[in-house]
Nanobody, 122 residues
Framework: QVQLVESGGGLAQAGGSLRLSCTTS????????MGWARQAPGKQRELVAS???????RYGDSVKGRFTISRDNAKNTVYLQMDSLKPEDTAVYYC????????????????WGQGTQVTVSS
């Protein structure tokens, strides 16, 4: 089974930092774009950051200049370094990956992790 597992969430003070990790495992042929989204209570899920195979990155307007996305293809892992955290960053953060994988035959699809809670205090 294909799985995405996030780690690194927790509590931080405003102005502090956290680093999230997401490792993908399973019968995977290749990994395309990877990214992070977040969802706060009562809010729609929003893009935080994404990164393509060639290293092209995109960031949501609210995190530009504060968050950095990176990936380690040898480890099938994507990271989100979060600096200068603000209380409004409080949300569940979800990892996403566009995968080519084996499930009886070659298939492609988007997969999501279970989410990790990030809470930033004032």
């Amino acid at each position: 089974q294909v799985q995405l597992v996030e780690s690194g969430g927790g509590l931080a003070q405003a102005g502090g930092s956290l680093r999230l990790s997401c490792t993908t495992s399973g019968s995977i042929y290749s990994i395309g774009t990877m990214g992070w989204a977040r969802q706060a209570p009562g809010k729609q899920r929003e893009l935080v950051a994404s990164i393509t195979n060639d290293g092209s990155t995109r960031y949501g307007d609210s995190v530009k200049g504060r968050f950095t996305i990176s990936r380690d293809n040898a480890k099938n892992t994507v990271y989100l370094q979060m600096d200068s955290l603000k209380p409004e960053d409080t949300a569940v953060y979800y990892c996403n990956a566009d995968l080519a994988y084996h499930s009886g035959w070659y298939r492609t699809g988007d997969f999501w992790g279970q989410g990790t809670q990030v809470t930033v205090s004032s």
